[in-house]
T-cell receptor
């Protein structure tokens, strides 16, 4: 069964460092998303991406964040200068656009020290 | 701002019991979805409901979308320990819109 894959599963970084989280969405999907979940809190929308551009972003997705689809398969989230409060589980999701159903990866647990 | 509320926040029941969890909003959604999330994993889609008043069944799980498309419920019959997890409702305004999530109901089914 097709699935969304995310790497790495865990990332530890120092405050102020740049991190890149990687995702391979389901191959025939056209819509891509990043969500995050701080421990014990709800799943929060960060950004949606379609046709090689951002279609919507939340207030969390400030200038420190960027997304890219560098080739036909990968979808990345970059945080330029990490802060302590960026520590969270980051989920990538994709959709075929036929309906709102999202397919999630297993997440990257980001710890900023 | 669209918000989804879920109740109860926590639920602990004995195996074999029935339960219902609720999802409410002041906003109208074109669809509501229910996901189940296990610790350290991403949410997994259970069902999407799109029509006001719609009822969908998935084995022992029954999902209902309110007539006004502002609320939904999930009923589990004869709960089993394998049903343990975080149940999330999520809503979207359109098929292409962002999906926003409620805070979840954490269900624990005790053998």
């Amino acid at each position: 069964e097709p699935e969304v894959t995310q790497t790495p599963s865990h990332q530890v970084t120092q405050m102020g460092q740049e991190v890149i989280l990687r995702c391979v969405p389901i191959s025939n999907h056209l819509y891509f998303y990043w969500y995050r979940q701080i421990l014990g809190q709800k799943v929060e929308f960060l950004v949606s991406f379609y046709n090689n551009e951002i279609s919507e972003k939340s207030e969390i997705f400030d200038d420190q964040f960027s997304v890219e689809r560098p080739d036909g398969s990968n979808f990345t989230l970059k945080i330029r200068s990490t802060k302590l409060e960026d520590s969270a589980m980051y989920f990538c999701a994709s959709s075929d656009g036929q309906g709102p159903a999202l397919f999630f990866g297993s997440g990257t647990q980001l710890s900023v020290l | 701002t669209q918000l989804l509320e879920q109740s109860p926040q926590f639920l602990s029941i004995q195996e074999g019991e029935n339960l219902t969890v609720y999802c409410n909003s002041s906003s109208v959604f074109s669809s509501l979805q229910w996901y189940r999330q296990e610790p350290g994993e991403g949410p997994v889609l259970l069902v999407t409901v799109v029509t006001g008043g719609e009822v969908k069944k998935l084995k022992r799980l029954t999902f209902q979308f309110g007539d006004a498309r502002k609320d939904s419920s999930l009923h589990i019959t004869a709960a089993q320990p394998g049903d343990t997890g975080l149940y999330l409702c999520a809503g979207a305004e359109t098929s292409y819109d962002k999906v926003i999530f409620g805070p979840g109901t954490s269900l624990s089914v005790i053998p």
